[in-house]
C-alpha cells in the first residue's frame, strides 16, 4: 500500500466511524430529465463556447479519430489503463508513450511530449464540464496538464445533465480534475492568454 492509499484507507475509515450529521434539507435539483442526444447537444454546444474542438462519432470511429487527431504529433502520451483497441489505427512507431504508476514519466519528459490521450469519468453538459479522477483510463493529474494538447474521449453514458448528478457518480476523495475548454485566463484588460494553466488545445470526441 502507497503512502497516498493509506492516507485515503484512513480518511474512509474515520468518515465511516463518525456521528451521522444532522440531516439538511436539500432542495437543489439533483438530476436532469435531458434524453442522451439533448445532453449531447448541451455538451458540444458549452465546450465549443469553451474553443474546444467537438466530434460526435460512434464508438467503432473513436480510433480513426485519435489517429486523425494526433496526425502530424511526433509524440503522445497514454495512461497505462486507455483502452488499447481506440489506439488501434495510431500504429506501432507513432511516438506513443505509457505513463504508469511503475514507470512515471518526468515533468520534463511530459513536456517535450506533444499530446496526451485520456479517457475521462463522467461530464456535465449544463456547464460543459469533464471530470477525470485518476481512473486507469486516465491516469495522473500531471499528463493531463504537461503536454500542449490534450484529446479526451468521452462516453455518451457518461454524460450527465447537471454537476450534482456528476457528483454522484465519482468517488470524491480521488484526485478530481474539472476540465470546460482549453486552459485560458486573462488580465485586467481582458487579454486571453491560452495554457498558462494546462493544454491550450482540448479536443474532445463523445463516443455513442
Not at 492509499?5 to 456521528?19: C, N
Not at 442522451?36 to 454546444?45: M, N, P, R, S, Y
Not at 489517429?67 to 512507431?93: C, H
Amino acid at each position: 500500500m502507497t503512502a497516498r492509499e493509506d492516507i485515503l484507507s484512513r480518511i474512509r475509515a474515520a468518515l465511516q466511524d463518525s456521528p451521522q450529521a444532522p440531516q439538511i434539507p436539500r432542495d437543489y435539483r439533483a438530476a436532469s430529465d435531458l434524453d442522451t442526444d439533448a445532453l449531447i447537444e448541451l455538451l458540444v454546444d458549452r465546450l465549443v463556447d469553451y474553443k474546444a474542438q467537438v466530434a460526435v462519432v460512434p464508438e467503432t470511429e473513436v480510433p480513426a479519430r485519435i489517429a486523425s487527431l494526433l496526425d502530424g504529433a511526433r509524440s503522445f502520451v497514454v495512461p497505462e489503463g486507455f483502452d488499447a483497441g481506440w489506439l488501434a489505427a495510431t500504429g506501432s512507431g507513432s511516438g506513443r508513450r505509457v505513463d504508469s504508476p511503475a514507470a512515471p514519466l518526468s515533468v520534463a519528459e511530459l513536456d517535450g511530449i506533444d499530446a496526451v490521450v485520456t479517457g475521462s469519468a463522467v461530464a456535465v453538459a449544463e456547464t460543459g464540464t469533464i471530470i477525470l479522477d485518476g481512473s486507469a483510463n486516465q491516469g495522473r493529474r500531471a499528463i493531463s496538464l504537461v503536454p500542449d494538447h490534450h484529446i479526451c474521449v468521452v462516453k455518451a453514458a457518461d454524460i450527465t445533465g447537471i454537476l450534482p448528478e456528476a457528483l454522484g457518480r465519482i468517488d470524491g476523495t480521488r484526485p478530481i480534475t474539472m476540465i470546460s475548454g482549453p486552459s485560458a485566463t486573462s488580465d485586467i484588460e481582458l487579454e486571453r492568454v491560452e495554457g498558462v494553466h494546462g493544454p491550450r488545445r482540448l479536443d474532445v470526441i463523445i463516443a455513442r
